[in-house]
């Protein structure tokens, strides 16, 4: 019977996770059109979040974050993108913020991994 009440229980906690760290729970669009665009970004973004937090904060100190804290406590940290001929030239991030050069770190092996 234990065995029967666990199953799928990372399905819902990984559904819970990404409804919280995306802020999905708030979202709903009255017209069938924007809900459907609404959903295919949120599974963009459920990838990307993923494949970030696999690849990128591997071996560092949020290895262990939900996507939550990732959402909330990594990617809202100030900062801004250096493009060159459209590539990615350098990351600046807000010095004073107290994850910011873990962070640099994180963002460096994840952009220049390949994939």
Known sequence: MDKYNQRG????????????????????????????????LTDICHNLLTDFRHRGLIDSPFALWGAKRIVRDLIAIPGRLYFDNGQLKRIELLAAHPY????????ERYCSASF
């Open 9 to 40: 229980e990372a399905e819902i906690e990984q559904f819970r996770n990404d409804k919280q760290g995306l802020g999905l729970s708030a979202r709903r669009k009255q017209h069938l059109e924007a809900q459907k665009a609404l959903v295919l």
């Open 100 to 107: 910011a050069d873990d962070l640099i770190i994180c963002l």
